[in-house]
C-alpha cells in the first residue's frame, strides 16, 4: 500500500482510507462480527486511516472500532468527526461547536475508541453560531494537552479553511467528491491546495449509486437524497451503464474505475472506502491496481459529465447548512 502526505502539515497515510459510516446499519442491517474483520483485513492490507464520526449509530461506530483496533493501535490513524446533534429517535437536532461541547464530545470518543488519543480531530459541520476560530481553538488546546494530533474540517469553504488555519494548521478538509460529484474543482480545491490543506474524499461512489447499489429498505437514509428518488435513479442509471462500459475496456468493474478515478486527482486527495464486508474491501482495493493515463481520465469525466446526474448530493434543507455549499452558490 503506497502512502500519500495529508495535506502540507499531516501524517503519511494509506492512498485509499476505510469510512466506517455504513457499519452502523445507516444503508440498513450490517453484521457486527463481518464489520470487525473487515477492519482488521484492511489493516492488514495497509490502510492505516480509519474515518468515523461520534455520531455514526449515536456511538455504535466508534466502540466497533474499539474492539477492531484492540491491539493494533500502533497500526492505524483514527480520524474523527463530531459535533452533530441527535435525538433518541435518531432524528438529526443541529450541530455544537462550542469549544466546552468540542471537549465533551472528545471525552466520550476517547473511552468509546478505547484510546488515549485521536489522530485527526474535526467539526462535521459549521456551527454557524460559533466562529471557526473557537472551535479550532478548543481542539489546539486538546492537542496541547495530548489528546489530538491533528486538526481537519468537513465540509467547509475555503474561506472558513483560511480563517481556521491562522489558528492552527489543518491538515485536511473531508467534502464528498466523486465523478457526480464535482463541485469542489472550482473554488474549493483551489483554495485548498494555497492553504497546504488535503481533501479526505467521501462519496467516491456517490453513496453506492455508482455501483448501482439498490435501496436497502425503509432503515437505508439513502431513501431521502434526491439522487435516489426512484425518477432520478432510473435517469442516473444510465451514466451507471456508461461507466460500466468504459470499465469493461480496463478490465475492471464500475466501482474500480470511479475509485481510481478519484484517487488521480492528486496525490492531496485521499478517496475513502465505504466498504462494510471484506468481499467490498477486496473489490474496492482492486482499485489500486488502476493506472490512468491523462487521456483516459478525461475520457472518462467526459462520458460521465457531473452536470448529467439527476438530484443534487443532499436535499435542498441539508445543501443550505452546508458552507462548502452556500459558499460555492455566492460565487457562481
Request: proline share 5%; with cysteine; charged share 25%.
Amino acid at each position: 500500500m503506497n502512502r500519500r502526505p495529508l495535506g502540507a502539515n499531516g501524517p503519511l497515510v494509506s492512498e485509499v482510507g476505510l469510512g466506517c459510516m455504513a457499519m452502523s446499519g445507516v444503508y440498513g442491517p450490517a453484521s457486527e462480527t463481518e464489520s470487525i474483520t473487515t477492519i482488521q483485513e484492511a489493516i492488514e492490507q495497509g490502510i492505516n486511516l480509519l474515518d468515523t464520526g461520534d455520531f455514526y449509530g449515536m456511538g455504535h461506530n466508534e466502540m466497533l472500532i474499539g474492539r477492531a483496533i484492540q491491539g493494533r493501535r500502533e497500526k492505524v490513524l483514527l480520524s474523527v468527526k463530531f459535533g452533530a446533534l441527535r435525538a433518541p429517535s435518531g432524528m438529526w437536532s443541529g450541530f455544537d461547536g462550542r469549544p466546552a461541547a468540542v471537549k465533551n464530545f472528545l471525552a466520550y470518543s476517547l473511552r468509546r475508541l478505547g484510546v488515549d488519543y485521536v489522530d485527526i480531530y474535526r467539526p462535521s459541520r459549521l456551527d454557524p453560531t460559533v466562529p471557526i476560530e473557537e472551535t479550532v481553538g478548543a481542539i489546539a488546546e486538546l492537542i496541547k494537552e495530548g489528546y489530538v494530533r491533528h486538526i481537519g474540517l468537513s465540509e467547509m469553504s475555503a474561506v472558513t479553511a483560511k480563517r481556521a488555519s491562522k489558528v492552527h494548521p489543518i491538515v485536511d478538509l473531508q467534502i464528498e467528491y466523486s465523478l457526480v460529484s464535482r463541485g469542489i474543482e472550482r473554488q474549493l480545491l483551489p483554495g485548498l491546495r494555497e492553504l497546504g490543506i488535503g481533501v479526505t474524499a467521501y462519496g467516491v461512489l456517490s453513496r453506492g449509486l455508482l455501483s448501482g447499489s439498490k435501496l436497502a429498505g425503509p432503515t437505508d437514509f439513502r431513501g431521502r437524497f434526491p439522487r435516489f428518488a426512484p425518477e432520478n435513479l432510473r435517469r442516473n442509471g444510465k451514466l451507471v451503464e456508461i461507466l460500466q462500459r468504459i470499465a469493461r475496456e480496463h478490465n475492471v468493474s464500475g466501482p474500480q474505475l470511479a475509485i481510481a478515478w478519484v484517487r488521480h486527482q492528486g496525490q492531496d486527495i485521499v478517496p475513502l472506502v465505504g466498504s462494510r464486508t471484506r468481499e467490498q474491501l477486496r473489490e474496492a482495493l482492486g482499485a489500486l491496481r488502476l493506472n490512468l493515463s491523462p487521456e483516459e481520465l478525461s475520457r472518462i469525466a467526459e462520458a460521465v459529465p457531473a452536470e448529467s446526474v439527476a438530484g443534487t448530493r443532499y436535499d435542498a434543507g441539508q445543501m443550505a447548512m452546508l458552507d462548502s455549499e452556500r459558499a460555492a452558490k455566492a460565487m457562481s
